[in-house]
């Protein structure tokens, strides 16, 4: 089990070197990511005695809808605003206020949960003002840092990685039933204003059903029951809430054959388990989703090596008309292209090689840098590929950071 006891507040975050950078260059930082990744729990860590103020309580968001000049005057000079996108018209005030001393930095830091709304806020209000960084669950690593990581690979996959079943002695399907419930149904269905939850539900559901396959909307919405144009709404919404990934294809002038689709990733693989149905740990072994379950994880454990350092994620996949395929790429430098393929085995095989093989024979303007991300335990020097076991991906994350 994946249920470490302990405190979340005692885990460091990658994040946070990047984020007291950001303070000491820009009047306002701006930390986005999922509920219950932590972003209030950076925030308060970040500046321990600067006030705090929470806009999901309803009196607080009261004052600052009714009298938000007289909210931020009670605010000080700084202060700690969480959940911001709770009351958007604040941030129109908060410029003036910054403006007002446009010398003086790093005076409020805001988080919120919903993106869509959030930067919308932050574009029309402080442009140029803010900084904005993404703050996901926890990574591999920072749990390995803190002795809390889980020592299997099934239990990681079955647990995921938000920092609550870190925290808490409480069953991880448990938790995660009341996030769903809590949050993805209530949070998201607000913002699309669903009438019918059980569809919504089957959205989601459906969605978890696909990671790791190319993304094909219209048959997704007549799964589920809704309009095309629904779907995409809700996907926009999903994406923006950070509870998925959305992951396109990279292009090449070498051929015009590419596939177009997207695909699809949570953004906490304990998350998608749970909306396929895995609610113990002995489910996961012989789950038909596992090994796209584990490609889910390897994914989002390379998004959060590059938002962690506070670079644009920029990872994507290459495909092919014909099914030739590398699971994750991503461009390092205009000549250097970074390609990962991710496989569930305990057990190299050869054939794991070939969509790598395939690819770096066709990128003749590219250096491929070549690595193999495997279930196993053992880490291998291939001629032309680094084989990584799951447990030790750090060599690759290092890479990912330049």
Known sequence: MANAAGKTNLIPRALTLVARERLRSYPVLVITGPRQSGKTTLARALDPGRAYFSLEDPDTRAFATDDPRGF???????????????????????QGV???????????????????????????????????????????AELQTAKKAPVTIDSLLYAGLYPPVYDRSIEPSVWLQ??????????????????DLSTFQRFVQLCAGRIGQLLNVSSLAADAGITRITADAWLSVL???????????????ISKRQIKSPKLYFSDV??????LGVRKLEHLPNHPQRGMLFENWVITE???????????????????????EI???????????????????????????????????????????????????SKQTRSQTKVLPWAKLSPLLDALRQ
């Open 98 to 140: 910054i403006d007002a001393k446009p010398g003086r930095l790093g005076r409020y830091i805001l988080t919120g949960s919903s993106q869509f709304e959030l930067l919308q806020s932050v574009s029309q209000s402080l442009a140029g003002r803010a900084a904005m960084l993404t703050l996901h669950p926890f990574s591999l």
């Open 302 to 324: 390379m998004i959060k090596a590059r938002t962690n350092r506070g670079l644009r994620p920029e990872v994507h996949f290459l495909r092919d008309q014909q099914g030739h």
């Open 239 to 253: 994406e923006a809430s950070h509870l998925i990934h959305v992951i396109r294809p990279w292009f090449t002038n």
């Open 270 to 275: 304990g998350l998608a388990a749970w909306l």
């Open 72 to 94: 931020l005057d009670q605010a000080g000079d700084g202060a700690i605003l969480d959940e911001v996108q709770r009351c958007p018209d604040l941030l129109s005030y908060l």
């Open 178 to 195: 009341d996030y769903v419930a809590t949050y993805l149904e209530r949070d998201v269905r607000q913002i699309v204003r669903v009438k």
């Open 327 to 377: 699971d994750a790429v991503v461009e390092t430098s205009p000549d250097t292209l970074l390609a990962v393929e991710i496989k569930s085995g305990a057990t190299v095989a050869g054939d794991f090689f070939k969509g790598l093989d395939y690819w770096r024979d066709r990128l003749d303007r590219q250096t491929m840098g070549a690595w193999l991300i495997y279930g196993g335990e």
